[in-house]
């Protein structure tokens, strides 16, 4: 599965969470962010719709965390930021 905040898109192989034994990202979505990840039969899912995670999630990266520390790093966020590829270029950074 995968949904948007404002600005990232976060990104979840549920393949992975079938033998999670922790569903520490939605603990650490109650404890950073507004709750909008919950487990549903045993994998994450949104509590609301698309419009309502994209307006209230604060893009915390807690579920991102705590997958990867507590659970079974089922979890990747994109989170691009404007003119980073141009000032790499400019800089000589890869
Ligand atoms: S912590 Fe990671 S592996 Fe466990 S249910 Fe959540 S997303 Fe899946």
Not at 20 to 47: M, N
Not at 80 to 93: A, D, Q, S
């Amino acid at each position: 599965m995968h949904f948007e905040e404002r600005t990232i898109k976060v990104i979840i192989d549920e393949s992975k969470c079938v033998d999670c034994k922790t569903h520490a990202c939605a603990a650490g979505c109650t404890l950073f962010d507004r709750g909008i990840l919950v487990i549903k039969d045993g994998k994450p899912a949104l509590s609301g719709d698309e419009e309502l995670t994209k307006r209230v999630g604060t893009e915390c990266l807690a579920c991102e965390y705590e997958c990867w520390f507590r659970g079974n790093k089922a979890i990747t966020i994109e989170a691009p930021i404007p003119g980073l590829e141009e000032y790499k270029k400019k800089y000589g950074v890869v």
